[in-house]
């Protein structure tokens, strides 16, 4: 990619293809200390008041800068970097390569909690590990009652819901969620009946004196790439037909409309969305309905397999942080009179770690 000027106007190259950049575009960038503050990047100028017919009047490209005369007499000088990176999104979340994996995984991801480790390196490389696999565990996390709330907003901001700003979650009596009983949870993903659902969910492990409740972990990105490969009908009516996700208890009725495997505009994986219990499909022919009843049960199938499921124990301490777009998660179930298995939730949602990823990019020049 390169930058030319040509009779007052200034082009850019971009494999064998050279196109003017709008005189307007350049304009808005100018960033001298009058028109741009300096600590938050934002205009001190308002370019909806702009004449529109902006121009050059004046162009000077040397090996680093482009200097511009506009027609308004503003003058300015751009760093050629920062123009080539508006044109490049390499620092984009979405190039950081999901990493497949099923129950041959190894490496559960674990990270070393610290004081101060939200403002470390190694915090990047935790958040890395995040977006490859979808999950990461911190270790060592003070098992301190409520921390999952500091930790959550020392990486963002808690996203809250009616089940509040965290949840405890352990055998209870009256409970109007199965997650706070001893039976098991079979792989499901949280929320799928709100609008838009948690993108993260964090599990803080304070006790754990039982034998079961292993938690567990699926690739619903794995799984919904073999159902791609091997099941093409299954995978086109899951990604098509919009289902409804809800729930009810005394104080709330949530709904959401959505596809059991959502793609994003290029026909890319987005988020799946999976609890069997609270799903209501809408009325359809009866054969489009057969063919729905086999995908779902295809589907389950394969989240529930062995081949694709990982298991282990949280003990105290361990911070387990997932993505609720991509992974379902459940745990065995165990025996309340063993004793206390006590954890302790909350979510956050993705503008939170993507805004400390980019955050400690910046800091530690990465
Ligand atoms: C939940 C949940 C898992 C566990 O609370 O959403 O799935 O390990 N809990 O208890
Ligand atoms: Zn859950």
């Known amino acids: ?7 007052n106007k200034v082009f850019f190259e971009k ?6 950049i709008h005189p307007f575009w350049l304009r808005e960038r100018v960033n001298e200390e009058s028109f741009v503050d300096r600590a938050t990047q934002q205009r001190l100028f308002d370019p909806t008041e702009l004449k529109k017919n902006i121009e050059i009047k004046k ?14 007499g503003v003058k300015t000088k751009l ?15 979405k190039f950081i390569e999901k990493i497949k994996w099923d129950s041959s995984l190894k490496n559960l991801n674990y990270f070393d909690f610290k004081e101060n480790i939200f403002e470390e390196k190694i915090m990047y490389d935790a958040l890395i590990n995040f977006y490859k696999y979808g999950f990461i565990i911190f270790k060592n996390v003070p098992v301190q009652n409520n921390f999952i709330v500091n930790f959550a907003n020392s990486i963002g901001s808690v996203r809250r819901t009616n089940f509040g700003e965290f949840f405890n979650v352990k055998s209870k009596p009256n409970p109007n969620d199965l997650a706070y009983t001893s039976l098991a949870l079979a792989p499901h993903t949280d929320n799928p009946y709100r609008n838009p659902v948690p993108c993260i969910q964090l599990l803080h492990c304070i006790e754990n004196k ?5 938690s567990t972990l699926v690739d619903g990105y794995t799984v919904t790439e073999k159902l791609k490969k091997n099941f093409s009908d299954y995978y086109k009516i899951l990604t098509e037909i919009k289902v409804r996700y809800q729930f009810i208890d005394k104080n709330i009725i949530l709904e959401d409309w959505a596809e059991m495997i959502q793609l994003d505009e290029n026909k890319k ?10 799903d209501f499909v809408p009325l359809m022919e009866k054969e489009k309905l057969e063919l729905y009843y086999s995908a779902r049960n295809k589907i389950s199938e394969l989240y529930n397999s062995d081949d694709y499921r990982i298991e282990f124990k949280l003990t105290p301490g361990d911070l387990l942080m997932m993505d609720n777009y991509r992974l379902l998660h459940g745990r065995t179930s165990y025996d309340a009179n063993e004793g206390e298995r006590f954890l302790q939730g909350c979510y956050i949602d993705y503008d939170s770690t993507e805004g400390k990823l980019k955050h400690l990019q910046r800091k530690f020049n990465l």
């Open 59 to 72: 162009l000077n490209l040397s090996e680093n800068f482009l200097e511009i005369c506009f027609n308004d």
């Open 210 to 214: 039982v034998s079961g409740g292993l």
């Open 269 to 278: 994986f987005k988020q799946v969305r999976f609890s069997p219990r609270l």
């Open 79 to 93: 760093a050629i970097q920062s123009i080539l990176k508006e044109f490049s999104n390499i620092n984009d979340i």
């Open 1 to 7: 990619m390169k930058i030319e000027l040509s009779n």
């Open 15 to 20: 494999e064998g293809l050279k196109k003017e």
